[in-house]
């Protein structure tokens, strides 16, 4: 009977231990299994989410141009000079893309005065909204000459004789850190003229050299611009050489097309390759192209831009009060031209009575609901790149 007892008992603590054995394994197993299964979510989480990024983007502009109403989109064809009145009033009532700054919106202002005042332009606009300065440096920096930035901005060529091509980017960087302070996106900048002429009207704006200095010039600025999140702007195709001042008159341009490819279009082309967000188009006449109206108005000079030169971001005017423009046509006629040459963005204070024209204008069909919507599209995409839209 003893032995029978024993015997019962070993065999019930052999099995506890066979199956306490197993259980460690299945343990052992479902915590290998349970740490794939892990790594496994994980790794698809990584996947989705580049994806995502891939297309956040265009994700982004598609949703947002889905809800804009045609109006809203002439809207965001309009950089405008900020208005002496009604400010916030003609952002809602017009839906403007942008705002440009000139010296009265900084006069006898701080910084956290100018600063204030772009939030509630920000915060007025059902898009967020592109705030840009001139802010060439030198002769060209209304932060400068209203005192909000201190130093001043120097002009390129003061900063590369003082240090170089590294005086440059590093100027860039100080502007990087003003603008993200301000809440300006775009200073109007790098100037892509070739002008060796100090007595020229563009001399004292650019970098003052040649063809293949003004290209290694705009390709640095462009390539520092990018990393910095700023927008660049390359002005003023197709190049103003040593012509004469087309704010107070208007200018004809007698170049060949032959010595425009060789020397103007090169810093032009070198900004394209390095990834330049805009190009800004100049007000001259310039005959080799088309010698009936200013580059800004003229199709065959954004032809070029977008054809020959290949670019495919944002074209933009200089401003349209400006004599070389305003004294060959209405400013009504000039912003539906504009558009209609190939424009994605018009700088302009006449925007109030311009954006009524433009929407006649495509009730008419003179201008077409599917280039509305590929100029709109490029300046979202900016939008969104620029950080503008989350």
Not at 33 to 51: C, R, V
């Amino acid at each position: 009977m003893k032995k029978s007892i024993l015997m019962s008992l070993m065999f019930l603590s052999a099995l506890f231990i066979l199956t306490a054995c197993g259980n460690t394994a299945t343990d052992s197993s479902e915590n290998s299994s349970s740490k794939k299964s892990s790594e496994t979510t994980k790794q698809t989480e990584q996947t989705t989410e580049s994806k995502n990024e891939e297309m956040t983007v265009k994700e982004k502009v598609d949703k947002l141009l889905a809800t804009m109403t045609v109006e809203e989109k002439v809207g965001q064809l309009f950089m405008a000079r900020v208005p002496e009145q009604n400010q916030v009033a003609d952002i809602q009532n017009y839906h403007l893309g942008g705002y440009l700054l000139f010296d009265r919106d900084m006069e006898n202002r701080g910084q956290a005065d100018v600063k204030q005042v772009i939030e509630s332009y920000q915060e007025a606009s059902k898009t967020p909204m592109f705030i840009g300065s001139d802010e060439e440096g030198g002769i060209v920096s209304r932060l400068s000459r209203n005192q909000i930035v201190s130093p001043a901005f120097k002009s390129p060529q003061e900063l590369y004789q003082e240090n170089g091509w590294e005086g440059i980017t590093q100027e860039i960087d100080r502007k990087a850190q003003v603008f993200g302070e301000l809440g300006i996106q775009l200073g109007m900048f790098p100037d892509a003229d070739v002008s060796t002429d100090p007595q020229s009207f563009i001399y004292d704006r650019t970098i003052g050299m040649d063809a293949e200095g003004t290209s290694h010039y705009v390709k640095l600025s462009v390539e520092e611009m990018k990393k910095q999140k700023l927008g660049s702007t390359l002005k003023h195709f197709p190049g103003y050489g040593n012509n004469r001042d087309s704010h107070v008159e208007i200018v004809t341009d007698d170049r060949s097309l032959d010595e425009l490819r060789k020397s103007d279009f090169l810093p032009f082309e070198a900004g394209i390759r390095a990834g330049a967000d805009s190009i800004m188009v100049s007000h001259n006449i310039v005959q080799a192209i088309d010698g009936d109206r200013p580059a800004s108005i003229s199709k065959p000079v954004h032809d070029v831009i977008r054809n020959e030169l290949g670019f495919r971001g944002v074209i933009m005017t200089d401003d349209m009060d400006m004599a070389g423009l305003a004294n060959f046509i209405s400013q009504e006629e000039a912003g539906l031209q504009a558009l209609q040459a190939g424009n994605d963005m018009i700088l302009s204070s006449s925007y109030s009575t311009q954006i009524p024209y433009i929407l006649e204008a495509i009730k008419k069909g003179e201008y077409s609901e599917e280039q509305l919507e590929q100029s709109v599209e490029r300046l979202l995409t900016w939008k969104v790149e620029l950080g503008l839209i989350k």
